[in-house]
Nanobody, 121 residues
């Protein structure tokens, strides 16, 4: 069974940094797009940063220049380095990946359970 497991959330002060990671595990043929979304209380889920299947990156305007997404294909892992954090970055951060599982042979969307990031002094 395919799983996405996030780690690295927690409490940071404004201006601080956190690094999130998300690892895909299970019987995987191929991981296509991977990325990060977030959902703040009372708000809709929004894209933070993603890799497309072609390898290019997309960032939300609100995080450009502050957040950096990176990926280790050998480990099926995606990272999100978050710098210059602001209180408005407070949210549950969710990992998303489009994965082709062994035996299914069709790409499907998978989501992690999320990791909470709180930015507060």
């Amino acid at each position: 069974q395919v799983q996405l497991v996030e780690s690295g959330g927690g409490l940071a002060q404004p201006g601080g940094s956190l690094n999130l990671s998300c690892a895909a595990s299970g019987k995987i043929v191929r991981v296509n797009a991977m990325g990060w979304y977030r959902q703040a209380p009372g708000k809709q889920r929004e894209l933070v940063a993603t890799f497309t299947s072609g390898g290019s990156t997309n960032y939300a305007d609100s995080v450009k220049g502050r957040f950096t997404i990176s990926r280790d294909n050998a480990k099926n892992t995606v990272y999100l380095q978050m710098n210059s954090l602001k209180p408005e970055d407070t949210a549950v951060y969710l990992c998303n990946a489009k994965i082709v599982p062994f035996g299914v042979w069709v790409s499907s969307d998978y989501w992690g359970k999320g990791t909470l990031v709180t930015v507060s002094s």
